[in-house]
């Protein structure tokens, strides 16, 4: 979307939700676990993983095991304001890391178990956490407000993300607001 030629690279690491954390310290501690496994193996110019939880009332609501899961985390979120907490790690060729967060908050409204379920069956809640993705049509429905940045929800603050790269690699950030083709890779 802002032009910054990417290559995507699936970390391979351990999401086990860790109880009695701090919801956003637990999502920089995924983020940075996920770049340093792909930097591990991997060349780059600059590596950008990222890690999105979702928070309701202190809880950290993971990816769903199974459709009853994804329903009873859909449940929890209707009609209820929930967090919404993106981190992202970025690592330059020399090896330097920065670690941000975000945090958005987001409202649903009330669901039906029908809702629920039509929106399950489409498959996409399983891969997300929280069940529900802003930006698919069905989970798009759901939101009754946003506070914050819904990029963030989708799983990259696109501003934040550009604010820490003019200072973390400001010759990358000038690529991007310049519009020049670079020949940086980003892996996420």
């Given amino acids: 979307m802002i032009g910054l030629p990417h290559q995507v690279v699936s970390a391979d690491v351990d999401e086990d939700i860790v109880m009695d954390v701090v919801p956003a310290d637990f999502a920089m501690h995924l983020s940075s676990i996920k770049a340093h496994e792909v930097a591990s193996r991997t ?3 600059l590596l950008i993983a990222a890690d999105t939880i979702v928070v309701l009332n202190d809880e950290i609501l993971g990816k769903p095991r199974d459709p009853f ?3 009873q985390i859909l449940r929890k979120l209707s009609g209820n ?3 919404v907490i993106t981190a992202v790690t970025l690592i330059n060729a020399s ?3 920065l670690t941000f967060h975000e945090s958005t908050h987001v409202t649903f409204e009330d669901l039906s178990d029908q809702e629920i379920e ?3 069956q489409t498959g ?3 891969d997300k956490a929280g069940a529900y993705g802003i930006q698919d049509d069905l989970g798009s429905l759901f939101v009754k407000r946003i506070d914050g940045d819904y990029y963030n929800v989708v799983g990259l603050p696109i501003q ?3 604010r ?3 200072t973390f690699s400001p010759d990358i950030a000038v690529t991007i607001i310049s519009g020049t083709s670079a020949s940086y890779t980003s892996k996420h």
């Fill in 95 to 97: 090896g330097d890391q």
């Fill in 69 to 71: 899961d994804a329903h």
């Fill in 124 to 126: 996409s809640p399983m």
């Fill in 81 to 83: 304001m929930h967090e």
């Fill in 43 to 45: 060349h780059f110019d």
């Fill in 164 to 166: 820490h790269l003019k």
């Fill in 160 to 162: 934040s993300f550009y």
């Fill in 118 to 120: 039509f929106y399950i």
